[in-house]
């Protein structure tokens, strides 16, 4: 079993940054692939980006591709998502999210098996 939980969202104007953590606990969390979604009002739940168990390959939607990155840090059992230049449009909900196997650029939220509770983000414009 995975616990995640996530922090660091709130209200910003577009334009600023927010970073996004989400602490693990249970498995060992190396052997997990990290990734997270968000989800819009009235929209179903998209990917953003994910990072592999040793943080060498990370893979990002196009969407935010030069605008958000993603990394670990295994010794404190940590994913961060790291969001400049927010647009209005990358207003949501955002999950953490993990997987023991398959592939970083898979996509699917099917995936994953385990899910963080999700922290608001909200972009004013």
């Known amino acids: 079993q995975v616990l995640l939980v996530e922090s660091g969202g709130g209200l910003v104007q577009a334009g600023g940054s927010l970073r996004l953590s989400c602490a693990a606990s249970?498995?060992?969390?190396?052997?997990?692939?990290m990734g997270w979604f968000r989800q819009a009002p009235g929209k179903e739940r998209e990917f953003v980006a994910a990072?592999?168990?040793?943080?060498?390959?990370?893979y990002s939607a196009d969407s935010v591709k030069g605008r958000f990155t993603i990394s670990r840090d295994n010794g404190k059992n940590t994913v961060i998502l790291q969001m400049n230049s927010l647009k209005p449009e990358d207003t949501g909900v955002y999950y953490c999210?993990?997987?023991?196997?398959?592939?970083?650029?898979?996509?699917?939220?099917?995936?994953?098996?385990?899910w963080g509770q999700g922290t608001q983000v909200t972009v004013s414009s």
């Open positions: 990072i592999s168990g040793g943080g060498t390959i990370t």
């Open positions: 249970g498995r060992a969390f190396s052997s997990l692939i």
């Open positions: 999210a993990a997987k023991g196997s398959g592939l970083v650029a898979d996509r699917s939220r099917l995936g994953y098996n385990y």
